[in-house]
C-alpha cells in the first residue's frame, strides 16, 4: 500500500516529469521586478536558475507585504531569557531595515560587498541581514557565540568591508562581550574591514576605536538620507554566505543567492511545513545557523507569518521557557533541533505540563537524526500525542529541507527515527560508492541526481573545493556524505556521515543506528559513538554516553547498556568501550563532533575545534577514556 497522500505522490510526479515547468511554477510565489528568461542552465558542475530574474530577498519579505495592506501585522516578536518582549510590525520592521539600508549606503557599502553580521538573535541582528539583502550587499551572519579564532577566520574568508556587532549578548544570565571578541578577531586578522558599527544595547562599555568603531545610532543618524531603495538583484547573485557546522571538517562558506534560494526554500516551507500568513512560528536557532536563516527570517516573512527570535538559553531561567513562549503568543509552528529535544527531555515533561500548548499544530524537527526514543518522548509524553512531530533533513548547502513529511500537502505515516521521503521536486537516490544503486533497505550514500533552486551552486573563494567535495566523488551526481537506507516505503533512513560509519568484520554499522540503541534505556540523556582500530575485527565501538538527571553510572547499567545495543544490532556491534561523560563535544549547533570523540580514542590531536560548544567536553571525554583504559571504568 503507498503510504504517501496522493497530493504528494502527483505533485512529485510532476516535479519528476518536467522539472522546469514545476520551478517555474514555485517561482510564481515569488515577486519579480523583471522575470527570466530560462529556468535552468547547468554546464558541468555549475548551474543557474531563473536566469536574467530580478529580485530580492528583502523586497518579498517585507515591502510586498506593506504595499499589500499588512503593513500592520505583526512580523517579528523578540523575546530574551529576561523575560524582556519586543514586537515589531511589517511597517516597523521596513522601517528599521530602510534606515539601515540608507546607513549602509552612506559607508559605501552595496552590492556585492560583503557584511559580517556578529549579533546575537535579536531585532538589529534581523533587520541587517534584511537590510544587507535590500542593498544588495552579501551578509555573513557568525553565531554569536564563536570565539575570536572562528569569527577571524569568517571575516577573512568573507573579506568583509564592514562588522556590525553590538556590546553583549546574554546567555544563561552571564554577559557574552561581543565588541571585545570583534576587536580580538580583528587583532588576528580582517585587513579588509574599514568600519565597525556598534549597537549598544546593555550598561556594559564597548571599547571603542577611533576611526573605525562608529555607534549605532550615530552611523544611522549620519545615514538619514541614504539611498533607502530596495537594489534589483539578478537571480544567481548572492544574498549571503554562511559557513557550514563544521561537524566533519573544516567549515565550508556556502553561497546563497536571491533567486533560486528563495524559490527553493519557500518552496520547501510550504510542502514540508505547510507554512501559511496565519502561523506564528518559532524558530529555535540562531540567525547563525542555515535555519535562523532560512526558517526564522526569511520563509515566515517571505511568507508573511509572525515569526519569533529569542535570544538566550532555551533552559534559562527554567526549562519551561519554549511552553512559556508558545502558551504566551500561541505558537503554531515550532521549528526546533534534536538536541534542544533531548536538553528538554533530560529535565523530564513536568516542564511542559502547565503550559497550554492548544495553539501548535506541528513540531518540526531538524540538525540530526530525532532518535525514536527522543521522538517519542515529545510526541507522545510532552505533547500528548495531540499534533505531529516531524524529523526533516537538509544542509546548509540545500537552503532547506530535502527529505521530509510533506505536511502541507498531507501528513503521511510518521516512522520514527526516519527523516521521511524525498520531497517534490528532489531527486534522491541511495548509492554505492561506484554510484550502483543499493537495493531497498541497505546502507548506500545519498546523492542528489540534480540540483534543484535552493542547492548552493558554489563555496565562497574555493570553486575546486566545491566542484571536489560536492560534484566529483560520484561524478555528476551531488554528494552529501550521508550514509542511509531506503525502506520498502521509500522513507529515507539516516545511519550517520558516510565517512563516520564503523565497519565491524565488513559489517557497517551507522553511528546513529547504535546512538538510538543506547537512548533506548531511561537512564540516557545522549550518546556518542565512534569506531576505534580492532586487529580482529577491523573496528569496535567506543562510546560516550550522559545519563540522564539524577542517573549515576554503575557497573549494572553498564551491562544493560551493552545488552541494549547487542539486542537492538546484534552481536556483530561490539562495544568494546563504553565511557560515561557529563557532556558531548558538540558544535555551537547542537550536532555531535563525532571526529572529536575519534581523535581522542587514538590519542591525536581532534584538529579544528573552533566552532565547539564547549572545549571542557574535549576534556571530558580524554579523561573518561584515561579512566576506562586505567580500569577505573565505572565513573
Ligand atoms: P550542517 O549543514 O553543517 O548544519 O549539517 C548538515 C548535516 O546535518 C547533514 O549532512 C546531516 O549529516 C545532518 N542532518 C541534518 N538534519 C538531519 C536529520 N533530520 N537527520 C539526520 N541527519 C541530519
Known sequence: MDLVHPMARETQ?????????????????????????????????SFRWFEGGETNLCFNALDRHVRDGRGGHAALVYV??????????YAQLL???????????????GRGDRVTIYLPNSPEGVMAMLACARVGAIHCAVFAGFGAAALADRIRASGSRLVLTCDASFRKGK???????????????????????????TDIPAPMTGGRDEDWRVWLAAGAEGDRRCERMEANEPAYILATSGTTARPKLVVHTHGGYQVGMIHAARWCFGMTRDDV??????????????????????????????EGALDHPSPAQVWQIVEEFRVTGLFTSPTAVRLLMRTGEAAAAPYDKSSLTRVVCAGEVLNAPAWE????????????????????????PTVGN??????????????????????LEVVTMDDVPVPRGEKGILVIRRPFPSLTASLWGEPERYAEDYWTRIPGSYFTGDSVSMDADGYVWFAGRADEVINIASHRIGTVEVESAFLQHPAVAEAGVTGRPDEVRGETIAAFVVLRAGQVPSATLRAELLAIVRSELGAIAVVRDLNFVD???KTRSGKIMRRVLKAVTLGRDPGDITTIEDEGSVEDAREAWAQLRAGLGDR
Open 13 to 45: 510526479r510532476e516535479a519528476r516529469e518536467d522539472p522546469d515547468a514545476y520551478w517555474a511554477r514555485a517561482a510564481s510565489d515569488v515577486e519579480w521586478f523583471r522575470p527570466w528568461h530560462r529556468v535552468f542552465r547547468q554546464e558541468g558542475v
Open 80 to 89: 530574551n531569557e529576561r523575560g524582556e518582549r519586543l514586537v515589531l510590525t
Open 95 to 109: 522601517h528599521h531595515v530602510e534606515r539601515i539600508a540608507g546607513a549602509l549606503r552612506t559607508s559605501g557599502v
Open 175 to 201: 554577559p557574552i562581550r561581543l565588541k571585545e571578541i570583534v576587536d580580538a578577531a580583528l587583532l588576528l586578522g580582517g585587513d579588509t574591514v574599514e568600519q565597525v558599527v556598534v549597537l549598544q544595547r
Open 281 to 310: 512560528w518559532f524558530t529555535t536557532a540562531d540567525i547563525g545557523w542555515a535555519v535562523g536563516h532560512s526558517y526564522l527570517v526569511y520563509a515566515p516573512l517571505i511568507l508573511g507569518c509572525t515569526t519569533i527570535a529569542y
Open 377 to 400: 518522548w515529545l510526541q507522545k509524553r510532552a505533547l500528548g500525542d495531540r499534533i505531529p512531530v516531524i524529523d526533516h533533513w537538509w544542509q546548509t548547502e540545500t537552503g532547506g
Open 406 to 427: 510533506p505536511f502541507g500537502l498531507g501528513l503521511i505515516p510518521i516512522k520514527p527515527g526516519s527523516g521521511g521521503i524525498p520531497l517534490p521536486g528532489v531527486e
Open 583 to 585: 557532556m558531548l563535544p
